[in-house]
Nanobody, 129 residues
């Protein structure tokens, strides 16, 4: 079991920036593919971004490409989501997720919430117009 704790959410005006952090427990963080999902009331979890355990590949939802950037620091057991040019439609609860076993699938596999076996509690991001 991997324990994930997100931070960095808050309220910001449209056009602003936030950086989310997610700290993971466990000794094998470098083996974890990490991802960010977001959820609005009444909807399921939408894929935002992922970074493979190898660190050499990142995936982004079309809605955030060019605005969001995912990165990881294995020495700190932390994954980040830098969010720039925020829009009101980015308002959601953002969840960090981890796949704790190294995998070798193509991109679409990592877009699915069911590919991840550990989840954080979520952090609220609110973007005002």
């Amino acid at each position: 079991q991997v324990h994930l704790v997100e931070s960095g959410g808050g309220m910001v005006q449209a056009g602003g920036s936030l950086r989310l952090s997610c700290v993971a427990s466990g000794r094998r963080f470098s083996d974890y593919t990490m991802a960010w999902f977001r959820q609005t009331p009444g909807k399921g979890q939408d894929f935002v971004s992922s970074i493979l355990w190898r660190g050499d590949t990142q995936y982004y939802a079309d809605s955030v490409k060019g605005r969001f950037s995912i990165s990881r620091d294995n020495a700190k057991n932390t994954v980040y989501l830098q969010m720039n040019s925020l829009k009101p439609e980015d308002t959601a609860v953002y969840f960090c997720a981890a796949e704790s076993t190294p995998s070798y699938y193509s991109g679409s596999y990592y877009y699915s919430p069911s590919s991840y076996d550990n989840w954080g509690q979520g952090t609220q991001v609110t973007v005002s117009s």
